[in-house]
């Protein structure tokens, strides 16, 4: 098209064609000297029709931060889990906020000025002996550094969430028959009879290569897929627009490169960007490299072979992934696994003859004759018996006789008659009061999941990963 252009420069629809594409790259020029920093996104999270800013995290983040006590404070800045925490619990505070205020203005929930002004009024901060005092209410804004509309809106956003949310916050009353139930069925014990055959207590010599193969045949051995894979990456401090402006220049042109059909390496060397290469990586790979992430690993598993990704934005800069070879699924070669296939088939041949000897003991115990090593006890759900017996005897009823196994022994169980528990008042109390709260949670639960259908949230992983995750 360039060289029809030069030969045809002089021809009017050759001059309407140079002219609509230098408009083009003018117009996008000057969109972005014009809007810069300005036009791009800071929306953390959509929520129904309303959007959270990354402002609107910052300043509940300094609120929380605040009200902590300053080993609390120290601890959010200096420890990952922590700092996750902090991130996670305002996250989850503003989603609720938001979803609240989204079902208030569906149910056309009004709250009056004059509303807003009683509760100020009511505040002890702005009140002297008792009494609202306006110069206390000035003095609290200034040193806050919120104007008046600060503090309406909020008041207003937490009378609404109230009037929104209070429905569910209420506590359940548990009828009595119900923490009867529970305390019956967490404290009553039950009678049995066990014995345990271990699987161990049984010898058995060497393999030979014929057993080991029919072994093999019947419990093959899968190497699961890995893939080999390399990126390019360049690093930038995303929270710093000029130096994210920079990165983000860079890993546009690597890419063009890469689209252009140069390899990736190629690309990376020209702009002194890095280059990472990985061979045989598996799906639940834990790698030394920071870059590569649970969550990038598994963009790479759903990728095809010889694909590359789009330009990525990662907390730490840019990056685009590639997939240069896929190493499908497949059973291993006998050769390979022979060494770790005797331990398993030694397991299996005495958990074959602990089989047979346990059949024997449940035969007996069915018929009443006497089993040896037979252990009587009173047990409850938590102790006086391994917990694969404990499960057992509360999994079956009075008179059952089974065989229950925990991958070590197999353990013969007669159930006999449950025991029910003295009734205790204190510990009545304390069952219908997690009782209370357990259905306080499951309402919460169900209204909240209702909200989230209602107005949909969505996190903007882009502006998470640049302003949030650091």
Not at 6 to 34: Q, T
Not at 146 to 157: F, H, K, N, P, V
Not at 246 to 267: P, R
Not at 412 to 426: L, Q
């Amino acid at each position: 098209m360039l060289e029809y252009l030069r030969n045809a420069a002089d021809k009017p629809l050759a001059k309407v064609l140079m002219f609509i594409l230098i408009f083009s790259f003018v117009g996008w020029g000057a969109a972005e000297w014009i809007f810069g920093g300005a036009s791009r996104d800071t929306t953390l999270i959509h929520v129904g029709d309303s959007d959270v800013s990354v402002q609107e995290f910052n300043n509940l983040r300094s609120r929380e931060l605040a009200e902590m006590s300053k080993d609390e404070q120290r601890a959010a800045y200096t420890d990952p889990a922590k700092a996750a925490a902090l991130t996670n619990s305002v996250m989850s505070k503003l989603t609720t906020n938001h979803l609240a205020m989204n079902r208030a203005k569906d149910l056309r929930f009004v709250v009056s000025d004059k509303r807003i002004a009683e509760e100020i009024r009511s505040y002890p901060q702005f009140q002297v002996e008792g009494k609202f005092q306006p110069w206390m209410f000035d003095m609290v804004l200034q040193n806050s550094g919120l104007t008046e509309q600060d503090i309406a809106s909020s008041l207003r956003g937490d009378i609404l969430r109230n009037m929104t949310m209070g429905a569910v916050n209420v506590q359940i009353n548990v009828p009595q028959f119900a923490v009867d139930a529970a305390y019956n069925a967490r404290y009553a014990k039950r009678d049995i009879k066990y014995s345990t055959v271990k699987f161990a207590d049984y010898k058995v010599g060497e393999p030979s290569d014929e057993q080991l193969k029919t072994y093999y045949a019947q419990h093959p051995q899968i190497v699961p897929e890995t893939r080999s894979v390399s990126y390019v990456f360049v690093a930038a401090d995303m929270s710093k627009p000029d130096v994210y402006d920079e990165g983000f220049k860079k890993a546009q042109q690597i890419e063009d490169m890469i689209i252009s059909g140069d390899s990736l390496k190629t690309a990376a060397d020209k702009y002194k960007a890095k280059y990472v290469q990985h061979s045989n990586i598996g799906r639940n790979a834990n790698l030394s490299d920071k870059i590569l992430s649970p969550e990038l690993i598994a963009k790479l598993f759903a990728m095809e072979s010889g694909s590359e990704s789009e330009l990525l934005e990662l907390k730490e800069g840019f990056a685009i992934l590639r997939v240069d070879n896929v190493h499908a699924e497949h059973n291993a070669e006998f050769k390979d696994v022979k060494k770790s296939l005797i331990s398993d088939w030694k397991k299996a041949e005495q958990r074959k003859q602990a089989y047979i000897k346990a059949n024997e003991k449940l035969t007996a115990m069915k018929d009443n004759k006497e089993v040896k090593n037979l252990k009587n006890a009173s047990v409850s759900r938590t102790e006086g018996a391994p917990l694969t017996v404990l499960n057992a005897a509360f999994a079956n009823q009075n008179g059952d006789k089974i065989i229950a196994e925990d991958g070590e022994a197999f353990y013969v169980v007669s159930v006999g008659k449950t025991v029910m528990p003295k009734s205790d008042a204190a510990k009545k109390a304390s069952l219908r009061k997690e009782l209370e709260n357990m259905s306080l949670r499951f309402i919460q639960d169900d209204y909240s999941q209702f909200l989230k259908q209602e107005y949909p949230v969505k996190v903007n992983e882009k502006v998470f990963n640049r302003f949030i995750a650091k």
